[in-house]
């Protein structure tokens, strides 16, 4: 197949690896800077160009956009989309999972296991917000965070009515969340593919924090995921529509807690924690796929 990679560099592992192993595979494949695709949109067609050359003929294409860029990256994907190249994760279910708000009301709608949350807008609202969650410890997260900063952990109802303050002073956009003690600061990261959990390792958070991100000082370690985990993890990416994500739960008391669905999860830490070859894993999920829905043309390159 002809694949495109939407990433804004090249040199990061988890581009390098889909490059790779996309390679090693048989398949042609190109990096693109969504940045630098630009499209033209009207009723006759869709047409996208780079670096002054035409793009067509990608059978498909693997977002790898971040976070920084999920408003036009998320336009670019779609405009694939809409010229026919198939993607695993398309635009709207990166959206999807990008909105911790929004992902919170599908998953849940879908009676998956999450940590009770509480959002809302008015300061006047805030005690009863509170109230509505139970007594601290809370956790406040950031709408749009990633890598755990921007994920704060207040103990006294007085700390959690401050940050709050602050946070709306900043008119920064943020969920309140019970503190789910027993997971003593490791999470899960099942790595779904295609219905599958094709890689899980525990990150165990450093010493003094809670968190557990690879960002904040977190450790990892490859594990097998039970198989109420894996379920969990397989159905949550499932609700949201990705066919590729890196699913975080934590183990309590209840059974496994979703906390997030990354839509582009790293490579990196996966593969060295669990050995397993995951970009390998996606490229032959996403060719499987192509050729599931473009059987063999006539003279048709692949
Ligand atoms: N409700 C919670 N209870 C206990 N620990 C939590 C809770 N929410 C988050 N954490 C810890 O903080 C880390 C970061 O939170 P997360 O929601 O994944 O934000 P981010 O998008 O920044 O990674 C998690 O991996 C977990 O270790
Ligand atoms: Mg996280």
């Known amino acids: 197949m002809k694949l495109a990679?939407?990433?804004?560099?090249?040199?990061?592992?988890?581009?390098r690896r889909l490059v790779e192993a996309a390679r090693e595979h048989g398949h042609s494949v190109r990096v693109l800077d969504p940045l630098r695709c630009y499209m033209r949109i009207a009723s006759d067609g869709f047409q996208?160009?780079?670096?002054?050359?035409?793009?067509?003929?990608?059978?498909?294409?693997?977002?790898?956009?971040?976070a920084?860029?999920?408003?036009?990256?998320?336009?670019?994907?779609?405009?694939?989309?809409?010229?026919?190249t198939y993607t695993p994760n398309t635009s709207d279910a990166i959206l999807r999972a990008r909105d911790k708000l929004r992902s919170h009301q599908l998953l849940a709608a879908q009676r998956i296991g999450l940590p009770a949350t509480v959002f809302g807008d008015n300061p006047d609202d805030t005690a009863d917000l509170l109230s509505m969650l139970g007594p601290p410890p809370h956790v406040i997260k950031l709408n749009e965070g990633t890598q755990g900063a921007g994920v704060m952990l207040t103990e006294k109802l007085s700390a959690s009515k401050g940050v709050i303050e602050a946070l709306r002073g900043l008119?920064?956009?943020?969920?309140?969340?019970?503190?789910?003690?027993?997971?003593?600061?490791?999470d899960l990261r099942c790595f779904v593919v295609g219905g599958t959990v094709v890689a899980a390792m525990k990150r165990q958070a450093p010493k003094g924090d809670f968190r557990s991100n690879l960002h904040r000082g977190g450790t990892a370690k490859g594990v097998r995921a039970s198989a109420a985990e894996q379920e969990v993890a397989v159905r949550a990416a499932q609700v949201l529509g990705l066919g590729v994500a890196g699913v975080d739960l934590i183990r309590s008391d209840r059974g496994p807690l979703v906390l997030e669905v990354n839509a582009s999860p790293g490579l990196e830490g996966i593969e060295e924690a669990s050995g397993v070859d995951v970009a390998s894993e996606i490229i032959q999920y996403v060719s499987?796929?192509?050729?599931?829905?473009?059987?063999?043309?006539a003279g048709g390159k692949r």
Request: charged residues 25%.
């Open 5 to 15: 990679i939407l990433s804004r560099n090249t040199k990061l592992y988890s581009t």
């Open 48 to 66: 996208m160009h780079y670096k002054g050359r035409e793009i067509a003929g990608y059978h498909a294409v693997i977002p790898r956009i971040g």
């Open 68 to 84: 920084s860029v999920t408003r036009y990256g998320s336009a670019v994907l779609r405009q694939f989309e809409l010229m026919e």
């Open 171 to 186: 008119y920064a956009n943020f969920l309140v969340q019970e503190f789910v003690a027993e997971a003593k600061g490791a």
């Open 288 to 297: 499987g796929r192509i050729q599931l829905k473009t059987p063999k043309r």
